[in-house]
Every structure is written in structure tokens, then in C-alpha cells.
């Protein structure tokens, strides 16, 4: 067994969150209710010295007033506690909005459509391996098809009735295999669990 | 006024990100990059008010000696805690802070999200039927994918774990580039209605 402290708080801590498998208990509360704690003053702590001293207290001591700006916009978040003003709140809201929606238009064109359809497109050079130019085809097929499935502009009837129900079988494939990958993810968590309290702190394993 | 400045700033801001986007000028990019930092900013202001509110929902609890309020001890305790050693003694590698995030925060979080994995399961058992085709490829899939990621998987037959690999870079693959394809062109539709002002409803309110 070890001898160190922290093992054993991490241990015990492990032991409180498992014990929800039981039921619902004061233990697993207490653990339950440390964690929401503890994250939040982890991220006051990141947040001031991540985000406020180098990007907000740090210029304005070297004398670029221009981040007045920044700490202007954010102290307008706490208007909304006062009703007269409440409204003002809305500006670092729209600024905020405003800059993501911004970004995300090229980027979201640039990675999610034209790189996707970069990847998707078969040309004569994906058949330098047959295997591979097959389920090239195969993912341009299951492209199709998924799209189809979600277009719902016309009556899937037809031709696009059978597209949209090639569609519906890919995407069925697709959500039971994301479903498996996400448990091996969650039971590759729980196994490190499990190692860490039969290795560190009960000894039993390497 | 208090609806037609946020909306101009967000019109602004906007277009702005776009252009600047087209344009690889060292001053479009220091514009990106400070904008970038004040955005930082904003978020660490967005989260000093997440934080106000955690306060007040927990001290009320504890004022009124709601049910659980006990609990509520905890968490503020915690907070305090974690963010004065911090904010006192530096987040260096070895420091009491990233002690804490290594034995205290990781082990809950990390336990939290393991205990998933039997709800999933457990879920999944219930929930699963193959009543028709769709359901049952779904129900393949996940089982394919499970047993060929694990080493048993080879047990049952050598070429278990390529088949389902096969299924994640094949038919997965094209399925999730289906959906990815739609997000992306229903996000931009979004963002480009939020842009022109004509998705409002981030104003909140009536006034």
C-alpha cells in the first residue's frame, strides 16, 4: 500500500464517485459536490493567469491604454444587475457574437466543407490501390446519400426516396459505431481508474 | 438604441472577421490578434459573473438551510481553497495548486466519466432491440467496433480488429462527413443570419 497522502485522497476520492454504483449517497455527494468546487477555483486561478494578467493588467501597466476597451466591455457584463441599465450588457454580448460568427464563416468553409469534399472527391489517382479506390467510392456513395437523407426540400420518393434510404443505412452504421468508440473511451477512463487504485495505491500491479 | 448598437457592433465585428480573413497583411493580422486577446478578456469577465452566480445560488442554499446545504459548504470551501493557493503560492509544476488538480480534480473527473461507461452499457442493454434493419446495423456496428477495439477481438477471429477499423474509416467516415457537411452549412447559414440581424434572439428580452 502506499504511503503517500495525495495517493490516498485521490483513492478515497475515486472510491466516493464509484460508490454511486450502489446508489445515491452522502459520499458520492460530497465528491460530487468537491469537484464543482474545486474546478471552478481551477478556473479563477487559469482565467487570471491565462487571460487577465497577460491580456488585460499586463498591457494596461505598460501603458497601452488601448485595452481600456476590453475592460470597458467587460465590466458591461454586470449591468444586468442593474435593471435601468440592464440592456447594456448586450454590447460585449454583440461583440462577442459578432467576432465568432465572423470566424467561424471562412474557417467553418475552409475545414468542414471544402477539406470534406477534398477528402471525398474520387479521381483516377485513388485507383492506384483498388482497395482503396473501392471504399473511396463507397465514402462518396455514403456522402451522397447521408445529404440526401437530410434534405428535406422534396418528398423522399423515387429515386430520392431509395438514395435517402442507402443514406439512412450509413448513418445508422456511422451512430452505432461512434456509440462503441465513445463506451471503448469511457472504459479505457475506467480501466485507468481501476489501475491507478490497484497499482499506486493498493500495490497489486505494476 | 438598445437594440440597434449591439446589433451594429455585432454587423461590425462580424464583417470585419470575415475581411480580415481574405486579407494577409501583418496589420489585418495584429488586428485578429488583438481582437483575439480582448476576446480572451471577455470571457474571463463572462465567467466572473458564472462564478457570482455559483456564490449566490450556494450561499442562499446555505442561508435558507435548503435541503442537501451541507454540500453546498463543500463546493464554496473548495472554490475558496483551490483559487486563494493558487492565486497565493504560483502554478508552477510542482506547486500545491497542480497537486491538487493532479490528486483532487483528475481522479473526480476522471472517476466521473468512467462511471459513463456502465451507465452507457447498461443503456444500451435496455434500449438496443433489433426490430428493424436500421436498428440492426446500429446494433452491429457498436458491437463490431467494441469487440474489435478490444484484445479479445483478435481472439474471436484474427481479423476482427481490421474489420473494425475498416467500419470507422469506411462507412463511419462517410456517414459523419454527411452530417459534418450539413453542420457546416446550417452553422454558416446561422452565423450569416446572426451577422445581418436577422437571428435576434441572443438580444433577450422585449426593450
Given amino acids: 500500500m502506499s504511503g503517500d497522502p495525495w495517493i490516498w485522497i485521490g483513492a478515497i476520492l475515486t472510491l466516493m464517485i464509484f460508490s454511486f454504483l450502489y446508489k445515491d449517497n452522502p459520499f458520492y455527494k460530497f465528491g460530487e459536490h468537491l469537484f464543482v468546487g474545486v474546478a471552478n477555483g481551477y478556473y479563477i486561478v487559469y482565467y487570471w493567469q491565462n487571460a487577465l494578467k497577460p491580456n488585460l493588467f499586463e498591457p494596461l501597466s505598460a501603458g497601452q491604454f488601448i485595452y481600456i476597451v476590453p475592460l470597458l466591455l467587460g465590466l458591461m457584463y454586470f449591468a444586468r444587475f442593474i435593471p435601468r441599465i440592464a440592456w447594456v450588457v448586450r454590447i460585449p454580448i454583440g461583440f462577442t457574437i459578432g467576432w465568432g460568427a465572423g470566424l467561424s464563416i471562412p474557417a467553418l468553409f475552409q475545414a468542414d466543407v471544402l477539406r470534406q469534399l477534398e477528402g471525398t472527391v474520387v479521381t483516377p489517382a485513388t485507383f492506384s490501390n483498388p482497395a482503396s479506390g473501392i471504399w473511396a467510392v463507397i465514402i462518396l456513395v455514403g456522402v451522397v446519400c447521408t445529404l440526401i437523407y437530410f434534405f428535406f426540400s422534396k418528398e423522399h420518393k423515387g429515386i430520392l426516396g431509395h438514395t435517402s434510404r442507402i443514406g439512412i443505412i450509413f448513418i445508422m452504421i456511422g451512430f452505432g459505431a461512434s456509440f462503441g468508440y465513445t463506451v471503448m473511451a469511457r472504459v479505457s477512463l475506467l480501466i485507468g481508474r481501476i489501475q491507478f487504485l490497484l497499482g499506486p495505491w493498493l500495490g497489486l500491479i505494476d | ?207
Fill in chain 2, 1 to 207: 438604441m438598445k437594440r440597434k448598437i449591439p446589433l451594429a457592433l455585432c454587423f461590425i465585428m462580424g464583417i470585419s472577421m470575415i475581411v480580415q480573413f481574405f486579407i494577409p497583411h501583418p496589420a489585418s493580422l495584429e488586428f485578429s490578434s488583438v481582437i483575439y486577446k480582448w476576446i480572451i478578456v471577455l470571457m474571463a469577465f463572462a465567467l466572473v459573473l458564472a462564478i457570482g452566480n455559483l456564490i449566490r445560488h450556494h450561499g442562499n442554499k446555505i442561508h435558507r438551510r435548503k435541503e442537501d446545504w451541507q454540500y453546498s459548504i463543500v463546493t464554496l470551501a473548495g472554490m475558496v481553497a483551490m483559487a486563494t493557493i493558487g492565486l497565493a503560492w504560483g502554478i508552477d509544476p510542482d506547486s500545491l495548486y497542480q497537486r491538487i488538480y493532479l490528486n483532487v480534480m483528475a481522479p473526480l473527473g476522471g472517476t466521473m466519466f468512467a462511471l459513463l461507461a456502465y451507465y452507457m452499457a447498461s443503456a444500451a442493454y435496455r434500449s438496443f432491440r433489433a426490430r428493424s434493419l436500421e436498428a440492426t446495423l446500429l446494433l452491429l456496428s457498436a458491437f463490431i467496433v467494441m469487440i474489435g477495439f478490444m484484445p479479445f477481438g483478435q481472439y474471436l477471429h484474427p481479423r476482427f480488429p481490421a474489420f473494425a477499423e475498416w467500419i470507422m474509416k469506411v462507412p463511419n467516415m462517410a456517414s459523419q462527413r454527411g452530417i459534418l457537411l450539413g453542420v457546416a452549412f446550417g452553422s454558416i447559414a446561422t452565423a450569416l443570419k446572426i451577422i445581418l440581424g436577422i437571428e435576434r434572439s441572443w438580444l433577450g428580452g422585449k426593450e
